[in-house]
């Protein structure tokens, strides 16, 4: 049976956090409209309520379908392709509790076809689909300031902009009703992140081997046109080596692979952004690194180990 709640399934790195703004900011929580979370692993799921105490009317169900069934709109936010589409296709999963009525919105990022076959299933079967892929990582899901590029159902977009959305992000794009173009902007956003830190990355290490202070030379970058929340952001922790994981360096990878592969199919010129992702692809697979878990910022790793200056050495060695 229907009820005011609203449902989320995935409560991961960022699920967790958009999951909570829905809490914090009075879009769910309460008797009259609950919370009702899955997860596939389920003890994240008991971590989450009791993190956030008895104050809010939360409740873990036993599938995904389950969510879905029980509310007019689900948010999901499942971490890999792979996972998404076994989540979106078990027998008790997302797809499996669809039914007229019902709405699904997508926050992951997926290749643009794995969008519209998920739209396809849902719409076929009566319900209503938004591709919903943030820009973001860990601190801004946790703190609201999430920016979402959709594409899909207009109708849901303008229902959940204001109620919902604007609770997990600080702004939200309609791009068109079709699906689709929500993931081609993400990609779009994503591969160039992931190639500033590249190219930051690797500016840092030539600053260190050739004896600069990599402190001064970040602090330069900030008061220069070139300035970055990103560069201000990572380049303390990438100099004494903390990688603790917002966005996983395997994950970055992916979305700059699945940008990569949409410049081709368009053909355009992208060489600067391929050569990032090819490293991002060597970092990833470099068994005695071991990053591919650890903050996208590890590819400075990478870099350190594939340089030769006295600098990168001794680094190595520390």
């Known amino acids: 049976m229907t009820t005011n709640g609203i449902g989320f399934v995935g409560i991961g790195i960022m699920g967790e956090g958009m999951a909570a ?41 036993d599938s995904a379908k389950e969510v879905v069934e029980a509310f007019d709109v689900t ?10 589409k076994a989540v979106f296709d078990a027998q008790d999963g997302v797809l499996a509790g669809v039914s007229t009525g019902k709405s699904i919105v997508d926050c992951a990022t997926l290749a643009e076809a794995d969008m519209k076959r998920m739209d396809t299933a849902v719409t076929s079967k009566g319900g209503r689909f938004l591709e919903a892929p943030v820009s973001g990582s860990k601190v ?4 609201g300031a999430l920016i979402f590029l959709c594409a899909g159902s207009k109708d849901l977009f303008d229902e959940i902009k204001d109620n919902g959305l604007n609770a997990m992000g600080k702004a939200s794009h309609f791009f068109s009703q079709e699906v689709g173009y929500g993931t081609r902007a993400k990609l779009v956003v994503n591969s160039l992140m992931g190639t500033m830190v590249a190219a930051f990355g690797e500016a840092l290490a030539l600053a260190e081997n050739v004896g600069l202070d990599a402190s001064e030379m970040i602090e330069v970058i900030g008061q220069g046109a070139i300035q970055s929340p990103v560069y201000a952001l990572k ?5 004494v080596q903390d990688h603790a ?42 068994e005695e690194l071991n990053v591919a878990d650890e903050d996208f910022s590890a590819v400075f790793e990478k870099i ?14 520390s």
């Not at 979305?255 to 692809?281: G, H, I, N, T």
């Not at 180990?305 to 060695?317: A, I, V």
Request: net charge positive; with cysteine; aromatic share 8%.
């Open 21 to 61: 703004r829905l809490l914090t900011q009075k879009i769910a929580g309460t008797q009259e409209k609950p919370l009702y979370i899955w997860n596939r692993t389920q003890s994240k799921c008991v971590d989450f309520k009791q993190t956030l105490g008895e104050e809010y009317h939360v409740i873990i169900k």
């Open 75 to 84: 948010y999901c936010m499942l971490s890999t392709p792979e996972a998404s």
């Open 140 to 143: 801004p899901a946790a703190t």
């Open 235 to 239: 380049g303390p922790k990438m100099i």
């Open 245 to 286: 994981p917002n966005f996983p360096l395997k994950h970055a990878h992916k979305d700059m692979k699945l940008a990569s592969d949409m410049a081709r199919e368009a053909k355009v010129e992208f060489s600067v952004m391929d050569k990032a992702e090819e490293l991002f692809a060597k970092a990833r697979d470099d």
């Open 304 to 317: 350190h180990k594939e340089s030769e200056g006295s600098f990168s050495k001794k680094r190595k060695l």
